[in-house]
């Protein structure tokens, strides 16, 4: 019986392989950009321009000095269900038709989840310097399609379920961010502005597949297949990264800025770094030789490894924005190089706009397409008191209505500044 409940782990274990994938933050922390959808690469300044656009430090009406008390923010998601599909089928039995229902939910690729935390704190600009810091908790989990069919169907005779180069990754890390911008040079009486991040990294835990496959048959009377399962982890190291950004004014209303995101980066994993692997082989297993050892063979082990290097992915942002006296507009373009948090090779576009209902009350509001999330809606308020500001952002995942929605994000923010 020990040795059935493992092979049935094991088949578990290969078919829910998750792929976790790490990556910089999106910005979840970042209240006021949250619920502008993202649209702050023109708009960001003092404490806050660092993780949107360090050439905005360089801005004349940048803040003299500026103080983040503490900011805040989390995102959960998936591409498969709601929070009223959830309440719908939580606790109930399950027709027939609720079953093909969940399974056309799922897409074909599989259930993807991702929860992405980030804190920060205590950070400050002066001028045309910051020094900030963030603390950041990144996952994207994929679960395969063939675990969810085979509990809500089960399974068929001469039937293989095949699980093929599977990934996962994790990541957790803190990074201390030192940061200037400056008009760097004049053309055509448009001034052009550059800044640059210097980023200490210290990582603090790490997790990733090497190899991850497996084939299993059930039959009439027997299991047989074979799992493969190798994977590197480790519980510290320490890196650097550097971003890029330029900015410009076009007129005295409109603001063009770029901003590149990891174009150099590197985390050296060096504690207690390990390479851990499991093998599984199954040969006609049966009830009857279900206390035969040599129809399953396993191997568990364990090897300390000196270290590993793992890189942050590079985006590229583009942002425009048109300034008013109470309304503010503005449009992003986001392009990663790999699937991973905080990166998509699909393109995010993204519209947000800002309105002063009074002198210290702005509202907010945004879409974006595209990118990891697909279709987003954003919206935030502030508490604008001059030298004060407390801001508030929310969006939802494929809906305006959170219950209806697949992903929520929230941020709070709270920062001080003297122009």
């Given amino acids: 019986m020990k040795k059935t409940c493992r092979i049935i782990g094991a088949i578990v274990l290969v078919l829910s392989l998750v792929r976790v994938q790490s990556g910089y933050p999106c910005g979840e922390s970042g209240a006021r950009s949250l619920g502008l959808a993202g649209c702050f690469t023109t708009l960001s300044s003092g404490v806050e321009a660092p993780f949107w656009n360090p050439a905005n430090l360089g801005f004349p009406q940048n803040p003299r000095f500026s103080f983040n008390l503490f900011s805040l923010g989390a995102e959960f998601g998936n591409n498969g269900f709601s929070v009223k599909d959830y309440n719908r089928y939580n606790g109930r039995f399950l027709s027939e038709s609720d079953k093909d229902k969940i399974l056309n939910s799922i897409p074909d690729q599989g259930l993807d989840l991702n929860l992405d935390v980030e804190a920060s704190a205590l950070g400050f600009s002066w001028g045309q310097f910051a020094i ?7 996952s994207f989990l994929s679960v395969p399609k063939d675990p969810f069919e085979l509990l809500l169907l089960g399974n068929k005779p001469d039937e293989s ?78 890196g650097y990264a550097i971003d890029l950004g330029f900015a410009s004014f076009l007129d005295e209303n409109y ?10 980066s590197r985390i050296k994993w060096n504690k207690e770094a390990e390479k851990k692997g499991y093998e599984i082989a199954v040969n006609s297993f049966t009830l009857e030789n279900s206390d035969d050892d040599s129809v399953v063979r396993e191997n568990n082990y364990t090897e ?19 300034k008013t006296s109470k309304l503010i507009l503005a449009a992003n373009w986001e392009q990663g190089f790999k699937n991973c948090a905080g990166s998509a090779k699909t393109p995010r576009l993204s519209f947000g706009a800002e309105y002063y209902l009074s002198s210290w009350l702005p509202l907010r509001g945004g879409i974006s397409l595209g990118g990891k999330e697909g279709f987003l809606f954003a919206t935030g308020l502030g508490v604008d008191l001059g030298s004060s500001h407390l801001d508030f952002g929310l969006s939802t995942q494929d809906s305006i209505l959170p219950s209806y929605g697949k992903g929520i994000s929230f941020a709070l923010t709270c920062w001080f500044q003297i122009k």
């Fill in 304 to 322: 300390n490894i000196s270290s590993f290097g793992t890189h942050l992915p590079a985006v590229i942002s583009l942002g425009l924005s048109r």
């Fill in 132 to 138: 900030t810091s963030q603390l950041s908790g990144i």
């Fill in 255 to 264: 603001t063009l800025g770029l901003f590149i995101l990891n174009p150099l």
């Fill in 161 to 238: 379920i095949i699980v093929d180069q599977a990934n996962s990754e994790a990541c957790a890390y803190f990074s201390l961010i030192f940061s200037h911008g400056r008009r760097i040079f004049t053309i055509k009486e448009k001034d052009i502005y550059a800044g640059i991040n210097l980023k200490w990294l210290k990582g603090i835990a790490y997790h990733k597949t090497i190899r991850a496959q497996g084939d299993f048959t059930t039959r009439e009377t027997e299991i047989e297949g074979d799992a493969d399962y190798v994977s590197i982890q480790a519980l510290g190291g320490k």
